[in-house]
């Protein structure tokens, strides 16, 4: 079986898991609960200025109550918009919550207008944390995607070396089998609905 049609069936079967995941209201809820309240412990948050964010899709954990969090807090807080007819995104910097997100993407992701202020790659400063979803992880921080290359393309451009990496999942997501190729981009830590995990062989300390 080559890479892609490893891939191929772990999306599915990723997928058929985050079905069941997105279907479940309770859990959904508990999950998002639990893991805000994991990460806003953690001293990767404390120490955090700036946090990349995402507006999550119906099976990704919404981390809401941590952006929520950030802005009182005090901490810049952006979102990715992905610019049309390529596989590349951008970030911008968000003041509130409030402000209109709009859906014009072949994906219907919510996404930051073009109205507020892009941070370029070479701008991203010390102390940033980007919480990036996934279909599925390893104990390594590979991330499976779902097949774009948006994350692992902006994210392997970076670069400032003290930004922390963290992959959302639910733990039946992660797994042993995701194969890795040359251009994925592995995490330093997975957030999880169970705990906040340092992964692969460097863990990050600010």
Known sequence: MTIKEQKMFLRKKAKAELQKYSEDLELKKECTKSCAKFFL????????????????????IDLTPVFEAA?????????PRMIP??????????????????????????????????????????????LVPGLAFNLFGHRLGRGKGYYDKYLSQ???????????????????????????????????ESGFIPVGEIYHVW
Not at 41 to 60: P, T
Not at 71 to 79: N, P, Q, T
Not at 103 to 124: F, M, Q, R, S, T
């Open 41 to 60: 412990e953690s001293e990767i948050y404390k120490k955090s200025e700036h946090i990349f964010a995402y507006m999550a899709m119906i099976d990704e």
């Open 71 to 79: 802005l009182k807090d005090g901490k810049k807080l952006y979102f």
């Open 85 to 130: 007819d390529s596989n590349d995104m951008e970030f911008y910097l968000i003041d509130n919550l409030d402000e209109t997100f709009s859906k014009d993407n072949k994906y219907g992701i919510l996404e930051p207008g073009l109205d507020k202020i892009k941070i370029e790659k070479n701008e991203i400063k010390d102390k940033s944390v980007f």
């Open 158 to 192: 970076i670069n400032n070396k003290s930004a922390v990496f963290c992959g959302v999942c639910i733990t039946n997501v992660i797994t042993r089998a995701i194969p890795v190729e040359e251009n994925d981009f592995a995490m330093n830590y997975l957030l999880t």
